[in-house]
């Protein structure tokens, strides 16, 4: 129906098109159902995708929020999305074989390129490690506005899944290639995820990882010069804390770095212990947060008001929100850390719905990467890893196990199915079961990006 947004129309159309794509323009701008923009599934039927995932967030997470929060009869901004559908997350083997257990680098690649890769790999094959074209260089490339938000560094794996190339993700830094030996600067690689990611020259890259961009180029042209020196003389603009980032205005790149590493945790507890804890209360307000630091909703609503760049009638926007914590309080048994968490990011969604709401035409999709190892067992349970009771909002008990490992090095993912909800064009492709990297395919049909 809306084929002629997709710049696939035949010729003899080109002057109506042009004319409806004016008429969408100014629809959207006043803030007016455009015509099928609701519920297109035509290709090209979004003009802007926001996609948000939660870093481990499985139904246990999202589960032990709500109840935590608004109660086992609530409903959370990430339950009210009209289209809910679960999809696979398993790695691949060099050999293609399943790796039933996904890390995040891998699952970043699935959904960001459409191909799975070895646990690890940043958006590059599983065999031959050659770099596969990712959802935010595509949209790029077709003129779109581009962002990524996190709460972790900027270099983590899931932000740099959608602008890096590298063997391992452990590559953060110029100072960090110990296992990416083929991809340094040298040897004629495109150097670290922070280099690369500056490189990119996104519109929007929001989060933590400050430590990494300071740290010093030492091969290659750029040598001597720090990855922060490199963005500033590309013309970014540096942001560091909550009010420079208000005052940022569109037309330069805006990369905000928030904190030397991953950023604070929103809310702390009593980590699980064997034996479990005496019920208990989370602190709501984290150690270490401030006016200063901006949380995952007020970067998301930041992000959008930068990626809006008026006048551009036609072209949109690819916004990547993650919160990258729930997955870090999760691998250490830390329950209050992993809820408030999951609720920063549900405020995000609700950022990411309410622009959605002003702006007919953008589909919003919110999943997860893998799941996690808490679980929601019965208080008389006496489960043989670490447990610990919590006094929920609406007065009840509930008790967090975490069984995915013994010993003190941290719990593990799980190889379940993920929930992936979705509103706006093409959101029915989310129902049902689905593979992670089926949503590459979606947001590249939804934008019509080539
Ligand atoms: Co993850
Ligand atoms: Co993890």
Redo the contacts with the bound molecule.
């Keep these: 129906m809306r084929t002629w947004a997709t710049g696939k129309r035949p010729h003899r159309h080109r002057a109506l098109g042009a004319a409806l794509l004016l008429l969408a323009a100014s629809a959207a701008a006043a803030g007016t159902s455009a015509p099928a923009a609701a519920g297109g599934e035509a290709a090209g039927a979004a003009r802007n995708v926001i996609l948000l995932i939660g ?2 967030m499985g139904d246990s997470e999202i589960t032990l929020a709500r109840n935590y929060t608004v109660g086992a009869g609530g409903r959370l901004h990430l339950d009210r999305f009209p289209m809910t559908g679960s999809y696979t997350t398993y790695a691949v083997d060099k050999d293609g074989r399943p790796d039933y257990v996904t ?2 680098a891998a699952s970043a690649t699935g959904w960001a390129t459409g191909h799975k890769t070895v646990n690890g790999r940043i958006s590059k094959t599983p065999d031959t490690d050659r770099p596969l074209p990712t959802l935010l260089e595509l949209a790029r490339n077709n003129g779109l506005s581009t962002g990524s938000v996190t709460t972790a560094e900027l270099t983590d794996a899931t932000p740099a899944a959608l602008v890096a190339h590298v063997a391992d993700r452990s590559c953060q830094g110029p100072a960090d290639m110990r296992d990416c030996p083929g991809d340094t600067r040298e040897r004629g690689g495109a150097g670290s995820i922070a280099e690369q990611s500056v490189a990119h020259d996104v519109d929007v890259l929001l989060g933590g990882g400050r430590q990494r961009f300071d740290q010093t180029v030492t091969e290659g042209p750029d040598r001597g010069r720090t990855v922060t020196e490199l963005a500033l003389r590309r013309g970014h603009r540096i942001v560091t804390d909550a009010r420079e980032l208000a005052a940022a205005r569109p037309g330069r790149p805006v990369l905000g770095l928030f904190a030397p590493e991953t950023l604070p945790l929103e809310w702390t507890g009593a980590p699980a212990v064997q034996g479990g804890t005496a019920p208990q209360r989370c602190v709501t307000a984290g150690p270490g947060r401030s006016a200063g630091t901006p949380d995952l909703e007020t970067m998301t609503r930041q992000a959008l008001r930068l990626l809006e760049r008026p006048g551009r009638a036609g072209k949109g926007f690819f916004l990547q929100v993650e919160g990258a914590s729930i ?2 309080t ?2 250490d048994a830390d329950p209050c850390g992993q809820i408030g968490e999951t609720v920063a990011f549900d405020r995000a969604v609700r950022a990411a719905r309410d622009y959605a709401a002003g702006h007919p035409g953008t589909l919003v999709v919110a999943t997860a990467d ?1 799941g ?1 190892s808490s679980q929601i067992v019965p208080l008389a349970a006496r489960p043989a890893g670490l447990s610990s009771t919590l006094i929920t909002d609406e007065g009840g008990l509930m008790k967090v196990g975490y069984g995915t490992h013994a010993g003190e090095e941290g719990q593990e ?1 799980s190889g379940v199915q993920v929930r992936i909800a979705a509103q706006g064009p093409l959101a029915r492709r989310v129902l049902g079961v689905t593979d992670q990297t089926e949503l590459f395919t979606t947001i590249r049909t939804a934008l019509a990006l080539r």
């Design positions: 870093d481990g890390d995040s997955d870090k999760d691998h893998h996690h993912h």
